[in-house]
Structures are given as C-alpha cells and as structure tokens.
C-alpha cells in the first residue's frame, strides 16, 4: 500500500509525500521501500534547499538511515536546517543527533530542549525520546503514554516496563498487550510469560500460547520453544492448544506443536 502511494505521488511529483511513503514501507520491512527512499533524494533535495524545512527533515532522515557515513555532513545540515525553522520533525531528528552525537559534537541539554519543543508541538517520538531522558518518573511516564496513544510501539512497552517496576502489574499487562498487538515481538514474549506465570492476571495457558504463536509468525523463534516447553511440562493440553491457535489464527502451528510434544 505504502509503495504503490509513494509511486503515485512520485509521478505526480510530490517528493515530499512520495518520500514519507516509501520511508513508511521500509519501516515495515519492505527494502524496495528502502531503495526508494533514497532514490526521491534527487527531488527532495532542490525543495530543501529552496527553503523546504519539511523537505530537509526527510532528507536528514533519509541520510541518516540509508545512507552511508559520507552523507552525514548533509544530513546534519538538513536537520539542523529543519530544527531552525521550527519543525517538529526536524527539532526531534536534530535533537537526536546531538543525543547520540552523530555528525555532531554530544549536547544532552540542547538535545532535551529540542524534544522538548517538538513534543510540545505533537511530536510522539520525541515524547519517546524525551521521557528516556527526564529525571522526574510521573513526567516520563506521562511522556511515553502520550507517544504510545499516538501510536508508537515501543513507548508502551516501556511505560509497560515502568509500571511493572511499581508492582501496577495488571496497567502494565495491558500496555504489553497494546503493543503486542501491533506488533512488537518484545511485548508479545512479555505478555506470553506473564499469562504462564500470573503476573497482572490469573494464569492463562491458552493466552500465553497464543501470543508464543504470534511471537513466532512474526519471526521469533523463541515463541514456538517456550510453547514446546509449556506443553511438555503439563501446562497445556491440546485442547489448549488448538484454541491458542485459533485466537492466534495460526492452526497450522497448534497441529505442529501438538504432533510435536503428543505425536499426533
């Protein structure tokens, strides 16, 4: 979907919205994305230099992702570029730069300045980046519900894990489960073992198969072993099984794993 948008505004002429798209495709996975990505560098950049901040955020990004090391002086100048014009995504990525040094001398302080406009502004990954540089625990967790609520993964599962550090096991439950559900294979082992164990919830062999299964259909392959071991070890039967594998719409891997650990 997101190649076959990015190539209609490409032939439209549209690099601005012909590179987020393909940018969108290669986070999912897909390396044609990737490619091209860097091909619509050749339109985005007379934009950016024209004055385009939109156009330099994406390019710094763009640089910085999937190119090599000699692209580091532009992506800087695009993002710092962006950043001073006041756009989000620019501050965010800018800022980034400076957090990690890249291209950059370090500057922790200017950088959390940055997320910190950008967030302001609506930014979700600076929400993300900043609440991992706070010192105040209410305001960080506050920060990563904001950036999960708009969708970013990886934020509920850390506002999962702080939870969890505070004993608040069933919010934390539910933050895994978010974030397991799109996606995030880290969350889909979390919410797996604490269904087996009773953490934030009664014990739920069939839960915890089923999120070993998705584990597993997403790449894990630890999720298909801590399912053998949990049916090995009486936790399941395979009724169990078959309705994880059902609510995992995956009945192929409840067979499997049934001819494995029963022989049939």
Not at 175 to 192: K, P, S
């Amino acid at each position: 979907m997101h190649l076959d948008e990015g190539r209609r505004a490409a032939e439209a002429g549209d690099w601005v919205a012909a590179g987020h798209a393909f940018v969108r495709a290669a986070m999912e996975g897909s390396a044609e994305g990737a490619e091209l990505a860097t091909q619509v560098t050749v339109g985005l950049v007379p934009l950016a230099d024209a004055g385009s901040a939109e156009a330099a955020a994406l390019l710094a990004g763009i640089y910085l992702e999937y190119f090599d090391e000699s692209a580091l002086p532009d992506a800087v100048r695009y993002a710092r570029a962006a950043a001073g014009a006041g756009l989000p995504a620019g501050e965010r990525t800018y800022g980034y730069m400076l957090l990690e040094g890249i291209g950059v001398e370090e500057d922790h302080a200017r950088a959390a300045e940055l997320f910190r406009t950008a967030a302001e502004a609506g930014d979700a990954y600076a929400c993300l980046n900043l609440a991992q540089l706070v010192d105040d625990p209410d305001e960080s967790r506050r920060l990563l519900e904001e950036a999960a609520r708009a969708g970013v993964d990886v934020a509920g599962v850390l506002l999962a894990d702080e939870l969890s550090s505070l004993d608040r096991d069933e919010e934390a439950l539910t933050w895994y489960l978010w974030a397991a559900e799109r996606g995030h294979t880290g969350a889909m082992n979390a919410a797996a073992c604490w269904y087996r164990d009773g953490f934030g919830t009664d014990p739920d062999p069939v839960q915890a198969v089923r999120w070993f299964f998705v584990m597993s259909a997403y790449g894990d392959g630890d999720g298909v072993h801590e399912a053998i071991e949990l049916a090995k070890s009486g936790g399941v039967d395979e009724n169990q099984v078959r309705e994880a594998g059902r609510l995992a719409n995956d009945p192929a891997a409840a067979e499997a794993l049934i001819a494995t650990v029963w022989g049939g």
